[in-house]
């Protein structure tokens, strides 16, 4: 049963080495994260599911002890999922890579660690299904679940200005504060694309898995969009 979950955004910038002087930024983004990491640690897990976007459709498993790198965005800085031997010749894409960052930034030893990718194809039935799958792995399961909001939130944004994006974001931060699965399942997949939206797939693999905790309560703790990318933190417990 899933019994805790962390929502963190996956910029490469979160990691200071890859922002460079542009580091200090995100300094209140990534204490929040260290926050929402304490929650799950609190909540005594059996195991612990980074949950992030993917380069092709997924569900893609990762072991524990996959690597992943910094080195394409001209940092040579390496990370490893958790411990062990992972998977030879496999590497952890870039969400996946920034949430292995975060666990051991806070010195994560508090359960076993694996990882899993999905893709902005995947639909909002396979990624509840993937989540209902996670949720049953274990007896105490726990989820780190990577993404970001829109990348249209000014002009100089990724995405450039939409004025969908900001009323979108609004919504997930109400719909993450409240743990409402039920906004999460109900996200438009093609607004999310179209808005650039890394963590739509990521959210409602999350949705699934708490289904089957009700009890499940949200606390949003950071919201903002430097750069015009939409940044959220929040936890489940």
Do not use: I
């Not at 962390?6 to 983004?29: F, M, S, Y």
């Not at 797939?201 to 009890?215: C, D, H, K, R, T």
Request: aromatic share 6%; net charge negative.
């Amino acid at each position: 049963m899933l019994v805790a979950a962390a929502v963190c955004p996956c910029p490469p910038l979160l990691v200071p080495e890859v922002a460079a002087g542009a580091a200090p930024e995100l300094d209140t983004a990534r204490a929040a994260c260290t926050d929402a990491l304490g929650v799950l640690a609190a909540a005594r897990p059996d195991l612990l599911v980074v949950v992030g976007p993917g380069d092709g459709a997924g569900p893609e498993a990762y072991p524990e002890g996959t690597p992943g790198s910094f080195r394409g965005f001209g940092v040579g800085l390496d990370v490893r999922l958790g411990q062990g031997g992972g998977a030879p010749g496999r590497e952890l894409p870039y969400g996946l890579a920034v949430g292995a960052w975060l666990l051991d930034r806070t010195g994560w030893a508090d359960a076993p660690v694996e990882g899993l990718a999905v893709g902005a194809s995947l639909t909002a039935e396979r990624c509840a299904e993937a989540g209902e799958a996670l949720a049953g792995r274990a007896e105490r399961v726990a989820l780190l679940v990577m993404g970001d909001a829109s990348a249209c939130r000014t002009l100089k944004a990724p995405g450039y200005l939409d004025e969908r994006a900001a009323p979108f974001d609004a919504e997930l931060a109400r719909a993450l504060g409240a743990a409402d699965t039920g906004a999460l399942r109900a996200l438009d997949t093609e607004l999310a694309h179209e808005l650039k939206v890394s963590g739509r797939a990521p959210w409602q693999v999350l949705a699934g898995a708490a289904s089957g905790n009700p009890a499940l309560k949200g606390t949003l703790l950071h919201e903002d969009a430097p750069y015009g990318v939409g940044y959220l933190v929040a936890t489940w417990a």
